[in-house]
T-cell receptor
Framework: DQQVKQNSPSLSVQEGRISILNCDYT??????FLWYKKYPAEGPTFLIS?????DKNEDGRFTVFLNKSAKHLSLHIVPSQPGDSAVYFCAAVNAGKSTFGDGTTLTVKP | DGGITQSPKYLFRKEGQNVTLSCEQNLNHDAMYWYRQDPGQGLRLIYY???????QKGDIAEGYSVSREKKESFPLTVTSAQKNPTAFYLC????????????????FGEGSRLTVL
């Protein structure tokens, strides 16, 4: 049973517009949620995180929203840039382990 | 430069052979992890270690073994018992154990791609 799900394998947006990536989870014990960005043949790099006691965290163009009652989080990128094109993984943390979703491939078109 | 170094970047193995993937970090992090990624899938945890000489099985530990004799090093051996070893392997570290000490932000190496011939 997959505890962290990213239901959209891909997303395409126009440069300058908003990108919204979604993630759902099933385990209410997760303490933190993180987003990572990954380019092909490289390791993921950390983007932004949010504690389970918060509902929003912002860092520049990136904002993560957490809806605990719906067990849902989202990553907003505004404005989107071509360099944002990558695979984005949602991860949830509990008891020493990070559980990852399958990723969403974001393509930002110039 | 501080970071995580994985080697080799590409590795080919014949069926029945054991192979060892190297992971070294100079970030002075206590916790280290091994993940496996298959095409179109997320990262799945193989093993993790909070401190030297201690490690725990992750979700898919069967057919793998690890050691943690030094803080900086966490090698992964893919044994012949692993039925489907062809994958992209990622090593990561964090300041403390994820979610126990801090947010659990992971620092990843560049990965090792293992192909079984």
């Amino acid at each position: 049973d997959q505890q962290v799900k990213q239901n959209s394998p891909s997303l395409s947006v126009q440069e300058g517009r908003i990108s919204i990536l979604n993630c759902d989870y099933t385990n209410s014990m997760f303490d933190y949620f993180l987003w990572y960005k990954k380019y092909p043949a490289e390791g993921p790099t950390f983007l932004i995180s949010i504690s389970s006691i918060k509902d929003k965290n912002e860092d520049g163009r990136f904002t993560v929203f957490l809806n605990k009652s719906a067990k849902h989080l989202s990553l907003h990128i505004v404005p989107s840039q071509p360099g944002d094109s990558a695979v984005y993984f949602c991860a949830a943390v509990n008891a020493g382990k990070s559980t990852f979703g399958d990723g969403t491939t974001l393509t930002v078109k110039p | 430069d501080g970071g995580i170094t994985q080697s080799p970047k590409y590795l080919f193995r014949k069926e029945g052979q054991n192979v060892t993937l190297s992971c070294e970090q100079n970030l002075n992090h206590d916790a280290m992890y091994w993940y496996r990624q298959d095409p179109g899938q997320g990262l799945r945890l193989i093993y993790y270690s909070q401190i030297v000489n201690d490690f725990q099985k992750g979700d898919i530990a069967e057919g793998y073994s690890v050691s943690r004799e030094k803080k900086e090093s966490f090698p992964l051996t893919v044994t012949s018992a692993q039925k489907n070893p062809t994958a992209f392997y990622l090593c990561a570290s964090s300041i403390g154990l994820a979610g126990v000490s801090g947010t659990g932000e992971l620092f990843f190496g560049e990965g090792s791609r293992l192909t079984v011939l």
